[in-house]
């Protein structure tokens, strides 16, 4: 499908904000986890590379390691994704911090592609103490995701960045970011997912903070919850009811990974309970024996009762 222009985007989601609706957002790491999510109503698709990790029963982490190139494993996906969606903007997941590509040449070609706007990922943010202090040290910061932005701003792309604290939400805004995606870590549950989180109630602080710091710099930005242990609709309702300048929820394991788990098993485990009681029977099985000798021995025994009589 082609882009579609930001500015009709953000229309909808306006009239969505003022009608009290919220804004559902989710990751897609496969074409029939894209179908499903657009089938279910929901307003953006968002593909990156932890999301075909993750689809491929690896932790969404992974996308943060040197296992593939991020930002050609999204242009791949692309080909998977984009033809199966039919009315829903779709977003690409890109690393800002790839010191191997020409940045404005990039989101031009993903604009082609059809992509209708960018999010940072993978991001630098989810790394902190010196891993962090490592990559900023050495030109690899989150300074260089603001300027993915900016530069994805100007080319006219909707931009849904993450961010961790209320000085990084600052800097999106400023850099003009439609959406803050207020990031609360990897998203607990299922199999794959992290165990540690913090509390639904550390997350509204959190939000709430992230939410005022962009507000200071632009009014009208739209702000969306994501990751940690808002894994579920009803962790994302408790969040939404008590974090009043908050417009969404973007799930990205909470949207294919965990329904997909909990589905899959539940639907294989029904098959497993079906019975057969009613063909039950009673096997005598001849035990190291071949048919040939079976038969022979039953032949043996038939002779010698007819000499017998």
Not at 151 to 167: G, Q
Not at 277 to 284: A, C, L, P, V
Request: proline share 4%.
């Amino acid at each position: 499908m082609a882009a579609i222009s930001r500015k009709k985007i953000l229309e909808k989601f306006r009239k969505m904000i003022a009608g009290g609706v919220p804004i559902v957002g989710g990751g897609a790491g496969t074409g029939l986890s894209a179908k499903a999510e657009e089938a279910g109503g929901i307003d953006l698709i968002i593909i990156y590379n932890s999301g075909r990790y993750r689809m491929a029963g690896r932790g969404s982490a992974a996308g943060l390691l040197a296992y593939g190139n991020a930002n050609e494993i999204v242009k791949e996906m692309a080909y998977e994704v984009l033809p199966v969606v039919k009315k829903t903007p779709v977003l690409a997941g890109v690393n800002g911090t790839d010191p191997f590509v020409i940045m404005p040449l990039l989101l031009t070609e993903l604009k082609t592609m059809g992509f209708s706007g960018v999010q940072n990922f993978p991001t630098i943010g989810l790394f902190d103490g010196q891993m962090r202090q490592s990559f900023e040290e050495t030109g690899m910061g989150f300074g260089l995701e603001v300027d993915m932005i900016a530069t994805a701003h100007e080319l006219d792309l909707l931009t849904t960045p993450y961010v961790f604290n209320p000085d990084e939400a600052r800097a999106m805004t400023k850099a003009g970011a439609d959406i803050i995606v207020a990031h609360m870590g990897v998203t607990t549950g299922g199999s794959i997912g992290a165990t540690s989180a913090k509390s639904l109630d550390d997350c509204m602080t959190e939000i709430d903070a992230i939410a005022e710091a962009a507000r200071v710099v632009r009014k009208d930005v739209i702000l969306l919850c994501h990751g940690g242990p808002i894994s579920m609709p009803d962790d994302a309702r408790y969040i939404l009811e008590r974090c009043k300048g908050l417009h969404g929820f973007y799930g990205a394991s909470s949207m294919e990974r965990l329904p997909a788990e909990a589905a899959i098993a539940r639907q294989t485990a029904d098959f497993k309970a079906v019975t057969l009681e009613h063909r039950t029977q009673k096997w005598e099985p001849v035990l190291g024996k071949s048919d040939a000798q079976t038969k022979g021995q039953s032949g043996t025994k038939t002779d010698a009762k007819k000499k017998k009589g």
